[in-house]
């Protein structure tokens, strides 16, 4: 395997890693483990945060060296569609959704309130985009970033 190549894995496993380990097991055990829910959805949005930002970081270096080893023929491939889905949809989440949960969080939320409905869908938006994108990096760590011609 080349240098690049393992450099690849090496990137992309550090952030799909991270996706699955704060989304499927960090984030679960602080709402089963902490009595205070609110608490545990602030430690969790933090931790989402963090591995947005590692992320998109992550993302662009993946994109740049596809587009440094294939040129613009990388998004001709499912592996390149892969990683600019991904990126796209981090980028929604911590960009736009992200924000819009913050402004409505900061306006209180109260059981049954027009502001606990919207949150809620806010937060079903997000938890859909980042399902899509830990499948994505899923295929993208078993099958491996790039691959030559053909895929």
Not at 27 to 37: G, N
Not at 74 to 99: E, K, N
Request: include cysteine.
């Amino acid at each position: 395997m080349k240098k690049i190549e393992a450099f690849e894995r090496v990137v992309l496993t550090a952030w799909v890693g991270g996706l699955w380990s704060i989304g499927y097991l960090a984030a679960p055990v602080l709402f089963k483990v902490l009595d205070d829910r609110r608490m545990a959805g602030e430690l969790a949005g933090h931790m989402f945060k963090i591995i947005a930002i590692v992320g998109l970081v992550c993302g662009i270096v993946l994109a740049v060296t596809a587009i440094l080893q294939a040129g613009s023929g990388w998004l001709r491939q499912w592996r390149g569609i892969a990683l600019l889905t991904m990126i796209v949809l981090v980028a929604v989440g911590l960009f736009v959704v992200q924000p819009m949960i913050q402004e409505v969080k900061a306006q209180g939320l109260v059981e049954g309130t027009d502001s606990m409905r919207r949150f809620g869908m806010l937060h079903g938006i997000s938890s859909i985009l980042y399902l899509i994108t830990s499948v994505c990096g899923l295929a993208l760590v078993a099958f491996g970033p790039r691959r030559g011609a053909g895929n």
